[in-house]
């Protein structure tokens, strides 16, 4: 039942609205209901889920608003003291809503009930305080004492709120100021006589301004813009003004001035106050009076003080210059502390080699304490600063004697470089690195200047890409904030660096590449020139083509190699009807195949036989074709974008070394269910899935399997170690990481994994032996090779939107001897009929497209549907050369204007509610506005955003967030949720969360199918049992030393304690580095098993593209801590030094003494536990080759 209300005040918000009605509701017992209000409207619906409390709302508050002149009648209903006139509504209500409205009260009821009054309470906990004025500064110390140094202050009336995310502050004038519950360390309450609140953050609040305020220029490029026509509340802005802006970025410590007029709930403020304490949901509360001391030098004076000194330093390396810089822009220290400590880097400098100066920095870095009250005012002290710094010092120069003494572990130069890398965020610029970044065209022949390359990344506060939404504008951020960046350049310590480039990856990511100019070759290198040297790149008018094609050199291609003139040659392309059938792909001759795996160490095992490529302008795949005689690589015109280069180097950006698992995501479910495929296989999968996750932790033999086959301690030998403890007769769940190492890659229901299905790169058949609709699928598995020979397959290509993006294929055999039977792991696709079928496939070519391939019998799809054709679009073109200005323009626009996110949400909402599913017409347009997005980047041409058909407020179940995940040391993984109804709807009274209603669709049953409470409930039950007081460990430790009795090992405990340390140092680093956030490191169980875990059910993209460089490095690290421990510098290569197996037993015996607590991030510390498994089980392998029997 709808009812509507009039007269309701234009500035009221919805949640406001629900807020004023709550008392009303609860006098009636309407628990459900919704409540929607359109901004600046003078009305609002109600939507009841029975019509019996509609009616008792009505009877009670139903009036007709008098007309004008008529008698005045005394309303029934007060909304902030203004009359309001209910009556019921013409229209019936959303049956969506309704839906929504009834799976809200299925999950109320499904509560305990006293959880459910615990989250009631929580709810209802609302604090609301008025605030006198804001200030942003530093923690300090007036000798011992912990002081609040401001720099700068905000004057102005404003209202403090608590609500369930963040700690919101609207100023009178219409600043808002957001204080994030998780970008937040805790908060310092003070009562009379000067309350405030003193708010310690991880990293810069997040402002805006109300658009009303905003400039008049602003407001009209607004305007100018389709991605921010509508109704644009507020605006986020970097700062609140140019004073700010020079402390926002490293001054993270906020102090809220609390007002001492008693609330108008009649509760003191002192009693509001302590309220807080007991409010679960909120940070860390502490109640202690610290006084505040103003600044003796102002904080801009202080940085240009520093920085001038820096840059007049001539005896001091970039490099190093870059490091010291970094302790202030990332908060570490204060600039006058850093000054100080100046002519000491200066010694530093002096006696040692510069790699050795960066690496004691950067280890000085991690161990730096923050000013606080957990810090002693003597440890930040220039004493217990050198002090930390002589310690760094000593581990930096240890490890590099050890790098000498038994092999580097550092990234091999052949494969990888060292950059630096900054990220630029609305607040402030933060310098990283220099981290191992896979080699590009450019580093690899620049290898000399490395130093002159920053990799630059923009990004909101917390890591994220800046988030679109439709009420807040994001106009001065790209406008003014970035723009200002790719434009003016980023200036470092006397160096700096301008716009270079970005590949299309990086361009997603929002990263690209700066650089300083240097001499090479005797001339001045920039810019332009350095782009000029890549390739000719005149003639190409579009700036995002011009983009795209520069950064072709920006691809990563971590190998390479150099071929003769002449080896390289040109041949036509296959086409048909206007249609290239060999869009993307060349071929190579079988002598040099083999000269690749022989130059190309990663491929002589699995010895692939396609590979994706840059070479000169061109871009693409290569495979083999055995009838090419002598050393031939040949290319097409549709593999070659730009020409001008004289590079002889053939670079590879990957190759066909095995399968790639395939995934059923949530767009090709849907699509396949559209297509007829019974709910049931999507069911048995699933299951299939979910048993397989229970099973793993049931044995050893299970767990070592999924272990070794996710590549999970795979250098730490951590399958083999548990193999190794069951046949010793120990129960390997008996420990604590162990219960968690089995945490998955697979996300229920979001993914589900196809038993009979690869992805596989696709090339062309070049014989011209298959026929219209057939394909030649090959794949490997081990050693082995196989065939797929079945009728009807199906395959596609991610994304997949479209209805006829999945096709009926035949796979087939060919004929003995022919030349495709000497390919892997690729499908062939046929040259024959009027379109070639990757261009079906989400428009998909043969330029190193994955696409996926199911042959599972039980998969039976009753009916099939056309693809789509799209015109192609017409590059945005300029009537002139392309200059670097263009190119940051559409970067910035790229950044500001990418809806591919946007219009995938919407497809799979309206896919879901739509009757036709995905061959609704608005899914339909979905699809084809999807595509213009894909090639957003490469024509320039943006999606009109008006197309993008409305979608419904109300959201499927399955697109519900996901449960908290929480990492504990001793609970493992902790499970956190919350309903719909359980979120706090007052916490952004701008904002409304999302209802969800339960889908009847296959992704609906397959969601609710699911506890992920019971999984991990299981998972723990499984995979703890009780140890007896002992642990495993010490187990393994009891049987090593009666074993080895008459080993003499003890000698070498001194060092034992160095190759922990430095293990511990290591994974320390790579905590910190491959976080989201400096200050914020990832746990070292995510560090260890090489995957960093998403909270809210999966993770972000962000954090998979970390995962990957993260997992590396880490496994390098380990790999040359185990080569200390054994003494060889080939763990297998049968030279092992003497006394391999004393030095792993001290190494064993000194990870279980007592568990250090090592500081990360300067905030929190952390017992690491992990190298007592390397140590095990390099000890019990060496333990096994002394004593075999």
Not at 719 to 732: A, H, P
Request: glycine share 6%; hydrophobic share 35%.
């Amino acid at each position: 039942m709808e009812v509507f209300m009039r007269n309701v005040p234009e500035q009221m918000t919805e949640n406001g609205l629900r807020s004023q009605l709550k008392p009303h509701m609860a006098a009636l017992s309407v628990n459900t209901y919704h409540c929607q209000k359109w901004p600046q409207k003078n009305f609002a619906v109600l939507t009841f889920l029975r019509n019996a409390d509609g009616n008792r709302f009505l009877e009670k508050y139903g009036q007709t608003k008098p007309r004008a002149g008529a008698t005045q009648m005394v309303p029934k209903l007060y909304i902030l003291r203004t009359p309001a006139y209910c009556a019921i509504g013409k229209h019936q209500p959303n049956p969506l809503l309704l839906k929504s409205l009834e799976k809200e009260e299925k999950d109320m009821t499904a509560k305990p009930k006293a959880e459910l009054a615990q989250n009631i309470s929580k709810t209802g906990s609302l604090k609301v305080f008025r605030s006198s004025s804001l200030s942003c500064g530093t923690w300090g110390y007036d000798g011992s004492e912990l002081v609040y140094v401001p720099y700068f202050i905000f004057e102005g009336s404003a209202e403090c709120k608590f609500g369930s995310r963040g700690l919101v502050l609207r100023f009178d004038t219409g600043t808002r100021v957001e204080f994030l519950y998780a970008s937040t360390y805790d908060i310092t309450t003070e009562d009379a006589p000067e309350p405030s609140f003193t708010v310690n953050l991880y990293e810069a609040p997040r402002m805006y301004e109300e658009v009303s305020t905003a400039s008049a220029i602003i407001t009209s490029k607004l305007a100018s813009l389709a991605i921010n026509s509508g109704n644009k509340e507020r605006m986020r802005v970097a700062s609140s003004s140019p004073q700010h802006a020079v402390v926002v970025s490293t001054c993270f410590v906020y102090r809220i001035a609390l007002d001492h007029v008693m609330p108008a709930t009649g509760i003191s403020l002192e009693r509001q106050m302590r309220a807080l304490l007991k409010i679960s949901g909120l940070p860390t509360f502490v109640q202690h009076r610290i006084n505040s001391r103003p600044p003796r030098i102002s904080y801009a004076t202080d940085l240009n003080s520093l920085d001038q000194a820096l840059v007049s330093t001539r005896s001091m390396p970039w490099n190093m210059k870059y490091q010291i810089r970094k302790l202030v822009s990332n908060g570490y220290l204060t600039p006058s502390q850093v000054q100080e400590m100046i002519p000491h880097f200066q010694l530093l400098v002096a006696r040692n080699l510069p790699d050795i100066c960066v690496e004691t920095v950067r280890k000085f870095c991690s161990h730096i304490p923050f000013a606080g009250r957990e810090t002693d005012s003597q440890d930040l002290e220039l004493t217990s600063l050198l002090r930390l710094l002589k310690s760094a010092e000593e581990q930096a120069k240890a490890d590099d004697l050890r790098c000498y003494l038994r092999g580097s572990p550092r990234p091999s130069s052949d494969t990888t470089a060292m950059v630096h890398r900054v990220t630029v965020t609305p607040a402030g610029i933060y310098l990283y690195g220099p981290d191992a970044e896979p080699l590009n065209h450019v580093l690899r022949k620049y290898s000399k200047h490395h130093e002159y390359f920053l990799r630059v990344v923009f990004a909101d506060e917390d890591g994220e890409q800046v988030r679109y939404n439709p009420r807040v504008s994001n106009e001065a951020i790209f406008h003014d904030r970035f723009k200002s960046v790719l434009r003016n350049g980023i200036s470092i310590v006397g160096k700096k660096f301008g716009f270079l480039g970005s590949s299309h990856s990086g361009q997603r990511a929002q990263s690209c590449w700066f650089l300083a100019p240097f001499i090479f070759e005797g001339a001045l290198l920039y810019d332009r020139p350095l782009i000029q040297k890549l390739g000719d790149f005149t003639k190409i008018r579009c700036p995002a083509k011009c983009a795209a094609r520069i950064g072709q050199a920006f691809s990563e291609t971590p190998t390479a190699v150099t071929f003769p003139a002449g080896t390289v040659r040109e041949i036509n392309d296959v086409e048909r009807k206007g249609r290239v059938f060999s869009d993307g792909v060349g071929t190579i001759s079988d002598s040099v195949m083999h000269k690749i795996w022989q130059e190309v160490p990663s491929m002589r095992d699995q010895k692939p036989t396609c590979f994706q490529i840059r070479y000169r302008g061109a871009k693409g795949m290569i495979s083999l074709d055995t009838r090419l005689m002598g050393d031939v690589i040949l290319l097409r015109p549709s593999m070659i974008k730009f020409e001008g280069s004289t590079s002889m180097s053939i670079e590879f950006c990957g190759a066909a070394l095995r399968p790639l698992p395939m995934f059923l995501n949530r767009p090709l479910i849907k699509i396949l269910e559209d297509m007829g495929v019974q709910h049931s296989w999507f069911a048995d999968l699933q299951i299939q899935e979910v048993e397989n996750l229970r099973i793993i932790t049931a044995t050893a033999t299970n767990a070592a399997k999924f272990l070794k086959a996710q590549s999970i301690g795979e250098v730490a030998h951590l399958s083999w170690l548990i193999k190794r403890v069951t046949d010793m007769g120990w129960e390997f769940r008996e420990d604590r990481i162990n219960s968690d190492d089995e945490n998955p890659r697979i996300e229920i229901p979001r993914s589900h994994s196809s038993p009979t299905g690869d992805d596989l790169y696709g090339i062309m058949d070049e014989i011209g032996i298959l026929e219209e609709g057939q394909i030649f699928c090959t794949y490997t598995e081990g050693k082995n090779k196989y065939q797929v020979v079945r009728k009807n397959c199906l395959i596609t290509r991610s994304p997949a939107l479209h209805p006829g993006d999945v096709q009926f294929v035949d796979a087939v055999e060919v004929p003995g001897g022919s030349p495709l039977l000497s390919l892997s792991n690729c499908i062939c696709f046929s040259q024959k009929g009027d379109r070639d079928l990757p261009s079906k496939l989400s428009g998909g070519d043969l330029d190193g497209d994955i696409y996926n391939i199911i042959w599972d019998p039980e998969c039976n799809p009753s009916r099939s549907h056309s693809p789509a054709d799209y015109p192609r679009q017409e590059p945005d073109n300029l009537d002139r050369a392309v200059t670097r200005d263009d190119m940051t323009d559409f970067f910035i626009k790229f950044m500001e204007t990418d809806q591919l996110g946007r219009i995938a949400t919407s497809h799979q909402i309206l896919a879901d509610q739509k009757q036709l599913g995905t061959l609704d017409p608005s899914c339909i347009t979905l699809a084809e506005l999807h595509s213009t997005a894909v090639d957003f980047s490469k024509t320039g041409v943006p999606v009109d955003i008006k197309k993008i058909p409305k979608v419904n407020p109300v959201r499927p179940d399955f697109m519900a967030p996901g449960p908290n995940i929480k990492i504990e040391k001793k609970e493992g993984l902790l499970v956190e949720s919350t309903t719909a109804a359980e979120e706090d709807r007052d916490d952004d009274e701008d904002f409304s969360p999302y209802r969800y209603y339960e889908s009847d669709k296959a992704l609906g049953k397959l969601f609710r199918a699911i506890d992920e409470h019971q999984i991990f409930s299981d998972l723990r039950k499984f995979s703890t049992i009780s140890s007896g007081g002992q642990t495993l460990m010490d187990k393994v430790w009891a049987h090593v030393s009666r074993k080895c009795q008459s080993i003499q090992w003890k000698h070498h405990l001194p060092e034992a304690t160095q190759i922990r340390d430095l293990y511990e140092e290591s994974l320390c680093t790579t905590m910190q580095n491959y976080s989201e956030h400096p200050l914020r490191p990832i746990s070292e169980l995510e560090a260890f098993v090489g995957d960093i875990l998403g909270r809210n059910g999966s993770q972000s993209r962000k954090q998979r593209d970390l995962s990957v460089p993260m997992k590396e490095a880490f496994n390098r690290d380990v790999a040359y801590v185990v080569r200390c421990i054994v003494g060889s510098r080939d763990e297998d290569d049968g030279e092992r030094l003497d006394e391999a197996l004393e030095r792993s037993m001290a190494c064993f015996c000194v990870s279980l003494g007592e568990v250090r607590s090592v500081n990360i991030g300067g905030r929190r510390t952390e017992a690491l536990v992990s190298f007592r498994y390397v140590a095990a089980a390099v000890c019990l392998k060496e333990m096994d080759r002394v004593f075999p029997y």
